[in-house]
């Protein structure tokens, strides 16, 4: 199997707020967004910028993956970001409103003239409904694009739709970019839940989110993390079952059907274990972060 990073809590964090930088040094996310875009106020993203490339570039975030969000193409701060982010060689650059693969090429291009080292790699922000019909190309269009990040507020907006539980109006879009990011090999993260407030209602979209398949959550509130992290790792059951269901297929190689609990077993659900020990292991490695 392939090494998996978790990115089960991927959370946002201002990063014209000094304190909430420091602050999100001992958060147990997996992630970090390190934001230039709505979470800063224009006069602020000056700052900001060279805030959010001193932390990425300083190293005292552990294993988290640490990202930075730059404002959107065709704004007059987005250029100066990409150098800034480009140069401060975090794990990934985070663009908002990514429409074409044409786009994620000229943001490579960029990205690359810019100095961004090898490991830094794009994350597409899929938040329209061009992006979600384009969602195939944009995943497949650049070996350096490493996520698709849901972006469901500005979807739903585009849509004309209506944030309601279960997310129904917004399903389609959910499915299409998850189908785009498989098929392209790539990790899909979920959009946010408004409300920090309703713990239950949050709750449920995290298990929606991992039965659909995503890999992770983005978070608003450092509320929200511990409920994210539980909610996409596996359950002490299902690494359990992935152990007996491997054992079970290497002790009956040879011998015709394998079965374990009663279930046959073929290797597809054997690949299916070994990602879930993958992830269980990813997740251990990581520790406190």
């Given at each position: 199997?392939?090494?998996l990073?978790?990115?089960?809590?991927?959370?946002?964090?201002?990063?014209?707020?000094?304190?909430?930088?420091?602050?999100?040094?001992?958060?147990?996310?997996?992630?970090?967004?390190?934001?230039?875009?709505?979470?800063?106020?224009?006069?602020?993203?000056p700052?900001?910028?060279?805030?959010a490339?001193?932390?990425?570039?300083?190293?005292?975030?552990?294993?988290?993956?640490?990202?930075i969000r730059?404002?959107?193409?065709?704004t007059?701060?987005?250029?100066?970001?990409?150098?800034?982010?480009?140069?401060?060689?975090?794990?990934?650059?985070?663009?908002?409103?990514?429409?074409?693969?044409?786009?994620?090429?000229?943001?490579?291009?960029?990205?690359?003239k810019?100095?961004?080292?090898?490991?830094t790699?794009?994350?597409?922000?899929?938040?329209?409904?061009?992006?979600?019909?384009?969602?195939?190309?944009?995943?497949r269009?650049?070996?350096?694009?490493?996520?698709?990040?849901?972006?469901?507020?500005?979807?739903?907006?585009?849509?004309y739709?209506?944030?309601v539980?279960?997310?129904a109006?917004?399903?389609?879009?959910?499915?299409t970019?998850?189908?785009?990011?498989?098929?392209?090999?790539?990790a899909?993260?979920?959009?946010?839940?408004?409300d920090?407030?309703?713990?239950?209602?949050?709750?449920?979209?995290?298990?929606?989110?991992?039965?659909?398949?995503?890999?992770?959550?983005?978070?608003?509130?450092?509320?929200?993390?511990?409920?994210?992290?539980?909610?996409?790792?596996?359950?002490?059951?299902?690494?359990?079952d992935?152990?007996?269901?491997?054992?079970?297929w290497?002790?009956?190689?040879?011998?015709?059907?394998?079965?374990?609990n009663?279930?046959?077993?073929?290797n597809?659900?054997?690949?299916?274990a070994?990602r879930?020990?993958?992830?269980?292991?990813a997740?251990e490695?990581?520790?406190?972060?």
């Amino acid at each position: 199997m392939p090494e998996l990073t978790p990115l089960r809590s991927v959370l946002y964090m201002p990063s014209s707020n000094e304190r909430a930088l420091e602050k999100a040094k001992s958060i147990a996310c997996d992630g970090l967004i390190l934001d230039l875009e709505d979470a800063v106020a224009p006069d602020a993203k000056p700052a900001a910028r060279d805030a959010a490339a001193a932390a990425a570039a300083g190293g005292d975030y552990g294993r988290r993956t640490v990202t930075i969000r730059v404002n959107g193409i065709g704004t007059e701060w987005h250029d100066d970001d990409i150098v800034a982010a480009s140069q401060a060689g975090p794990a990934a650059i985070v663009v908002p409103k990514v429409n074409s693969a044409e786009e994620v090429q000229q943001l490579v291009s960029a990205m690359e003239k810019a100095g961004a080292p090898d490991h830094t790699k794009l994350w597409a922000m899929v938040e329209t409904p061009v992006a979600i019909l384009d969602a195939l190309a944009i995943a497949r269009a650049s070996e350096r694009l490493g996520a698709f990040v849901l972006g469901t507020n500005d979807l739903v907006k585009e849509l004309y739709a209506e944030h309601v539980p279960g997310r129904a109006p917004i399903l389609p879009s959910l499915h299409t970019a998850l189908l785009a990011g498989r098929a392209a090999g790539i990790a899909v993260i979920d959009g946010v839940y408004n409300d920090v407030k309703d713990t239950d209602g949050f709750l449920a979209e995290c298990e929606q989110g991992r039965q659909m398949g995503f890999d992770g959550k983005t978070l608003i509130h450092p509320g929200q993390v511990e409920g994210a992290n539980a909610a996409f790792a596996p359950s002490e059951q299902a690494v359990a079952d992935a152990r007996g269901l491997i054992a079970a297929w290497e002790d009956g190689q040879g011998a015709g059907v394998v079965t374990y609990n009663g279930r046959m077993v073929e290797n597809l659900h054997v690949e299916s274990a070994r990602r879930t020990l993958s992830i269980h292991e990813a997740i251990e490695a990581l520790g406190t972060v």
